[in-house]
Each structure stands twice: as structure tokens, then as C-alpha cells.
């Protein structure tokens, strides 16, 4: 079962995800979730507690992709772990995608300046 937490930020809004990513309700939430921030003009995907996602969430995310895109709004996707940073090289979708790492965010190489905290308690 899929989670999503929204946190507006100064520029857009995270979705921090929990959970898996795929066919199914899952895909149907976290549309439901990106589409209620069509108002942003980004909209950062936190991957961190996402452990599994198939290929219907992978399709979901060139869904939402091409989505932002028509609307004019930044989709990135952070902190995805090794099986689901895996997942996107193995398919080559982490080149059809903005995908930082902790490192980035932390660095400043980001969009945002301050690093975005995950509650998992509000999930």
C-alpha cells in the first residue's frame, strides 16, 4: 500500500511516498496526490521509503512526466535506494527523469535549500 505525504515548499511541494509503487490503487493515489498540486510549479517525488515499483508505476511516473510537462510544472524525483535506482537504470528511465540523491539535496546542488524531512508519523 502506497502513502504520500504532501509538504509544500517555497517553489512547489515533496510528495514523500511510502510503501510500494504499483499496479494498481497505488498508481491511482499517487496521481491523485500529484495532480492535487497542479497550482506548483515543481513538484519533487521523494523516493526514499519506496520499496518496490513495477512497471506500472513505472508508467505512472511517464504519465505524470508528461503531465508536467503539458502544464508547465518541474517533476523531479529524489533519493530513490539502490533496488529502486536499480529499477530505473536497468529500464534507462533514470535518463527520462531528474533524479537527485541525498548528496545533491545536501550539497545544494538542488532545487530547494533547505533538505526536505520525511514524517513518517503523519503517514
Given at each position: 500500500?502506497?502513502?504520500?505525504?504532501?509538504?509544500?515548499?517555497?517553489?512547489?511541494?515533496?510528495?514523500?511516498?511510502?510503501?510500494?509503487?504499483?499496479?494498481g490503487e497505488d498508481i491511482s493515489t499517487l496521481k491523485a496526490a500529484a495532480l492535487s498540486q497542479a497550482h506548483m510549479s515543481v513538484i519533487i517525488l521523494?523516493?526514499?521509503?519506496?520499496?518496490?515499483?513495477?512497471?506500472?508505476?513505472?508508467?505512472?511516473?511517464?504519465?505524470?512526466?508528461?503531465?508536467?510537462?503539458?502544464?508547465?510544472?518541474?517533476?523531479?524525483?529524489?533519493?530513490?535506494?539502490?533496488?529502486?535506482?536499480?529499477?530505473?537504470?536497468?529500464?534507462?528511465?533514470?535518463?527520462?527523469?531528474?533524479?537527485?540523491?541525498?548528496?545533491?539535496?545536501?550539497?545544494?546542488?538542488?532545487?530547494?535549500?533547505?533538505?526536505?524531512?520525511?514524517?513518517?508519523?503523519?503517514?
Amino acid at each position: 500500500m502506497l502513502k504520500v505525504h504532501i509538504h509544500p515548499l517555497d517553489k512547489g511541494s515533496a510528495l514523500y511516498l511510502a510503501g510500494q509503487v504499483v499496479k494498481g490503487e497505488d498508481i491511482s493515489t499517487l496521481k491523485a496526490a500529484a495532480l492535487s498540486q497542479a497550482h506548483m510549479s515543481v513538484i519533487i517525488l521523494d523516493l526514499t521509503m519506496v520499496d518496490t515499483i513495477d512497471a506500472a508505476g513505472l508508467g505512472a511516473l511517464l504519465d505524470l512526466r508528461e503531465w508536467a510537462q503539458e502544464n508547465r510544472i518541474e517533476l523531479r524525483l529524489e533519493n530513490p535506494n539502490n533496488r529502486v535506482a536499480k529499477v530505473f537504470r536497468i529500464t534507462r528511465l533514470d535518463s527520462a527523469f531528474s533524479i537527485a540523491s541525498r548528496h545533491d539535496v545536501c550539497s545544494g546542488n538542488w532545487l530547494f535549500d533547505a533538505e526536505p524531512r520525511f514524517d513518517s508519523a503523519a503517514l
